[in-house]
C-alpha cells in the first residue's frame, strides 16, 4: 500500500523541479534587464562622482541575481531514470 502510494506521489516533486527552473529562468532574466538597464542608466550620468557608488551597488545587485539563478538551475533534482516504473534503475534512496 505505502509503494504504490509513493510510486504514484514521484510526479509531485516534477512541480517543484519545474518551479526551480521558472524561478531561475526568471532571476537570470530580471539580472539581463536590470544590467541593461544599469549600463543605460551609467552613459547618461557621466561625469557624476557620487553616483558610482550608486551604481557599483546596483551591479553587486545583478551579479547577486545572476548567482542566485545559477543556484536554482543547478539544484538537484531527481534522477530522470527514478521517474519511469524500473526502481531498480534509481540510486540507493530514491
Known amino acids: 500500500m505505502f509503494d504504490k502510494i509513493l510510486m504514484s506521489s514521484r510526479f509531485v516533486v516534477l ?3 519545474a518551479g526551480s ?3 531561475s529562468f526568471a532571476a537570470l532574466l530580471a539580472g539581463g534587464v536590470q544590467t541593461i538597464a ?3 542608466e551609467m ?3 557621466i561625469g557624476y562622482p557620487k553616483g558610482t557608488k550608486v551604481l557599483a551597488y546596483s551591479f553587486v545587485e ?3 541575481l545572476f ?3 545559477t543556484v536554482f538551475i543547478s539544484s538537484p533534482s531527481v ?3 527514478c521517474l ?3 526502481r531498480s534503475r534509481c540510486p540507493t534512496g530514491w
Do not use: H
Open 21 to 23: 527552473f521558472l524561478a
Open 15 to 17: 512541480i517543484a523541479v
Open 79 to 81: 534522477p530522470t531514470s
Open 38 to 40: 544599469i549600463v543605460a
Open 67 to 69: 548567482l542566485i539563478g
Open 84 to 86: 519511469s516504473m524500473r
Open 62 to 64: 545583478v551579479v547577486d
Open 43 to 45: 552613459v547618461q550620468k
